[in-house]
């Protein structure tokens, strides 16, 4: 099925140390409407980070919420020269809700860096970001990873409108080239985002592809994968309990081989090859 | 010095905590040095190969969780060339839970798994998940007792038999297990519960039902604990919504001389080496020198066995 072979950078260890500390919170800010993002003070141990791993967050109890389970959340910035962690996240439930009364001074504690994060191989100069929503918080520390090693970086954010286009200037400061698509103009449907990508292939050609997010772009990426034989990630989601890799509770389904295989999103995930990811 | 030693038939565990099957894996010794507990207790394996349950296979409700996770296996042939190897660094016992859908089946795995490196097994007869009806063999005496013997049957190394809070009848099923050679008794597993999502009216597990664990199931497991270690003279392990050194202490009293952390380490990977640290201070703040002096000590001279045993809210 897979057309092209991807090559996985190495797995965590059952020793590479995993850390459950306490931060301070710096500041927890409405970005938007519906967006908030939560910046830590973070000891150097845990900032040892890939873009794509996330962190496992013991959300705070208070009187109206009591979030149980921890809530894995995808690093959007990882500064070790600052000793900052920073997450953007969506207010949808109780344990975002909870999040959201965390206020600067208080402490949030964290369990992390979990999971395998995304790859940029050595020969990878062209690379091509495509996301919506929140999933552009997710592909954020690429974008930087990719600015550090000094690779062309072309990012298609979409959203509903204009306003709700999160970002921009993040990537554009990376000196990547953004490409804006919005519902509301319609330049974020899958006939005018499959142009785009294929002019881009047409121009300067394009390495590898990362996306996180929407399934209608997960399955356009895997079809020009194919036809260009371009290869790619996902970073993708799913209910976890533990976080590490004990429980199995966050199995999702890939092709592999002709196959179809569980994989935990925590562990072999939340990053995987783009052709083996299966649509929801 | 506080001993903190108890004993599990022939097995010394040097402290009473150890991780419950399927809250505990390799992947813990990244968050600490896994050397320091009880004993290991790995997640339940059967001999062929399974997928386990559809998704989404967690979810929360006030105070706890609900699992359906369907016993996903890589099988019997990996685990013993892949998890068994992994724990001969440490000196603390393995404790192997094996799982099968019939007491043949059962037997002939337990007696396959029984292999140098392997302590001790733990036969889960009790997970709601995966018998056809829904009726796990740990539900009735004369079922219990049926698999306990073909299982004493296949092996030599101590039997651990792991119950369900989803009978009417726990002294019965504990004395059952006991009779047919069990060497231990661990009370209990999760209780079959639901959950559904008002807005969708879907049940949030993609199994329709599922295990509740964590603090709001301790209550009803801590009974079962009592109950099973007043009625039978074999160890009993308590294993049911721990998440606090005091949770481990009320276990103790209540008669099990071990426990069991699975819910909690979710939540607080390291909890269980605060709860081991936390168990020797209140043992030394209380003046008792051995582990063995709290255990069964609760005050109940007076209680009827009709009382200690009774299987109905009064």
Same mark, same amino acid.
């Given at each position: ?50 873009? +794509?791993?996330?962190?496992?967050? #013991? ?5 109206? #919420? ?45 369990? +992390? ?123 993708? %989601? ?29 562990? %072999? ?12 | ?5 108890? =004993? ?14 399927? $809250?505990?894996? /390799? ?7 896994? /050397?320091?507990?009880? !004993?290991?207790? @790995? ?40 998890? &068994?190897?992994?724990? /001969? ?59 306990? =013997?073909?299982?004493? =049957? ?15 009848? @726990? ?18 597993? @999760?209780?079959?519960?639901?959950? &559904? ?46 998440? @606090? ?12 001389? !071990? ?5 909690? $380490? ?19 703040? =209380? ?24 299987? !109905? !809210?009064?």
């Amino acid at each position: 099925m897979s057309v092209v072979t991807f090559p996985k950078s190495p797995v965590q260890t059952e020793m590479t140390p995993v850390f459950e500390v306490s931060c301070t919170v710096k500041r927890n800010d409405p970005v938007n409407g519906e967006y908030r993002q939560l910046v830590l003070y973070a000891p150097q141990s845990i900032l040892d980070c890939a873009p +794509g791993q996330f962190f496992h967050l #013991l959300c705070p109890i208070t009187e109206q #919420l009591q979030p149980f389970l921890r809530r894995p959340m995808s690093i959007y910035g990882f500064y070790p020269e600052k000793g900052e962690l920073h997450f953007l996240y969506k207010v949808t439930g109780e344990g975002t809700s909870a999040l959201a009364t965390l206020t600067a001074g208080q402490s949030l504690n964290v369990l +992390g860096p979990l999971g395998h994060g995304f790859d940029i191989l050595p020969d990878w100069q062209n690379l091509l970001l495509v996301a919506r929503g929140v999933g552009l918080a997710t592909l954020a520390p690429l974008a930087l990873q990719a600015h550090r090693l000094g690779r062309n970086l072309t990012a298609i954010c979409s959203a509903r409108s204009e306003d709700m286009l999160m970002s921009l200037d993040y990537f554009r400061d990376l000196g990547a080239e953004i490409i804006p698509i919005t519902d509301d103009n319609g330049s974020s449907d899958m006939a005018n985002l499959r142009h785009i990508i294929e002019a881009k292939i047409a121009d300067t050609g394009i390495d590898a592809m990362y996306t996180c997010g929407s399934n209608r772009i997960l399955k356009l990426l895997q079809t020009l994968g194919e036809i260009h034989n371009i290869p790619g990630q996902i970073a993708l %989601e799913q209910q976890m309990a533990c976080g590490i890799g004990m429980c199995q509770c966050c199995v999702r389904a890939f092709r592999r081989d002709g196959k179809t295989v569980n994989e935990r999103v925590c562990r %072999e995930g939340p990053v995987f090859d783009l052709q083996e990811a299966i649509g929801w | 010095m506080v001993d903190l030693t108890t =004993q599990i038939g022939s097995l010394t565990l040097k402290n009473p905590i150890m991780p419950a099957s399927g $809250t505990f894996s /390799e992947e813990l010794a990244q968050l600490f040095d896994l /050397e320091c507990l009880g !004993a290991h207790v @790995t997640k339940t394996i059967t001999r062929e190969k399974r997928s386990g349950n559809p998704t989404p296979r967690v979810c929360e409700v006030r105070g706890s969780m609900l699992n359906s996770i369907g016993i996903p296996s890589k099988g019997l042939d990996a685990f013993k060339a892949n998890v &068994i190897p992994f724990y /001969e660094r440490y000196s603390a016992p393995l404790i192997v839970s094996i799982s099968a859908g019939s007491a043949d089946e059962f037997a002939s795995l337990c007696e396959d798994i029984s292999v140098p490196g392997v302590a001790a097994i733990e036969v889960n007869i009790s997970c709601p998940n995966i018998e056809e009806d829904g009726k796990a063999f740990a539900m009735r005496p004369s079922t219990t007792y049926a698999v306990m =013997q073909k299982l004493r =049957q296949a092996t030599d190394l101590p039997l651990w038999a792991k119950l369900t809070p989803n009978t009417g009848e @726990t002294t019965e099923v504990a004395k059952a297990a006991e009779e047919a050679g069990a060497d231990a008794l661990v009370v209990s597993n @999760t209780l079959l519960a639901m959950a &559904i999502d008002i807005h969708t009216r879907r049940p949030k597990l993609g199994n329709l039902m599922g295990g509740l664990s964590g603090p709001a199931f301790k209550p009803i497991a801590l009974r079962m604990a009592y109950q099973c270690a007043k009625s039978v003279n074999i160890p009993v392990i308590g294993c049911g919504g721990i998440s @606090t050194v005091e949770d481990v202490i009320e276990y103790l009293i209540a008669g099990a001389v !071990a426990v069991q952390i699975g819910t909690a $380490t979710f939540l607080e990977p390291k909890i269980m080496v605060r709860m081991i640290d936390g168990l020797d201070a209140y043992l030394k703040s =209380q003046g008792f020198q051995t582990v063995g002096q709290l255990v069964g000590s609760v005050e109940d001279e007076e209680a009827s066995d009709g009382l200690v045993f009774m299987e !109905a !809210a009064p």
